[in-house]
């Protein structure tokens, strides 16, 4: 399994920006996407993540500018995101949920965004969003 990250770069403020990841390797017929974000001296955040039955999720930082996609098609996870800030600036990253995350999705298990990037593996190399007039 493999994830590579693109589509980073500098913006504007309010300006917008899509992120896409790409997937390799992948033969479950389940999986789970993942995009985070990590800001220097602070810890990665879990912004949205997408079920390969195309099932959506959005942490508070996300949900109201951010939206995730699928292209099956073309093994592509996107990002876009909108009326960026400052604050969104950071490495943002995808990663896949290992199989105890995606059996708390399956059971309808609770769980909650500020505690899922351990339960996320394969992770690609980042892709620098850089917000600043």
């Known amino acids: 399994v493999q994830l590579v990250e693109s589509g980073g770069g500098l913006v504007q403020p309010g300006g917008s920006l899509k992120l896409s990841c790409q997937l390799s390797?992948?033969?479950?017929?389940?999986?789970?996407i993942g995009w985070f974000r990590q800001a220097p001296e602070k810890e990665r955040e879990g912004l949205s993540l997408?079920?390969?039955?195309?099932?959506?999720y959005y942490s508070d930082s996300a949900k109201d500018r951010f939206a995730i996609s699928m292209d099956k098609t073309k093994n592509m996870v996107y990002l876009q995101m909108n009326s960026l800030k400052p604050e969104d600036q950071a490495v943002y990253y995808c990663?896949?949920?290992?199989?105890?995350?995606?059996?708390?999705?399956?059971?309808?298990?609770?769980?909650?965004?500020?505690?899922?990037?351990?339960?996320?593996?394969?992770w690609g190399q980042g892709t620098q969003v850089t917000v600043s007039s």
């Open positions: 990663a896949t949920a290992g199989e105890y995350f995606k059996n708390k999705l399956r059971f309808n298990n609770p769980w909650h965004f500020s505690d899922i990037v351990k339960y996320f593996g394969a």
């Open positions: 997408i079920t390969s039955t195309e099932i959506t």
């Open positions: 390797g992948f033969t479950n017929n389940f999986y789970v």
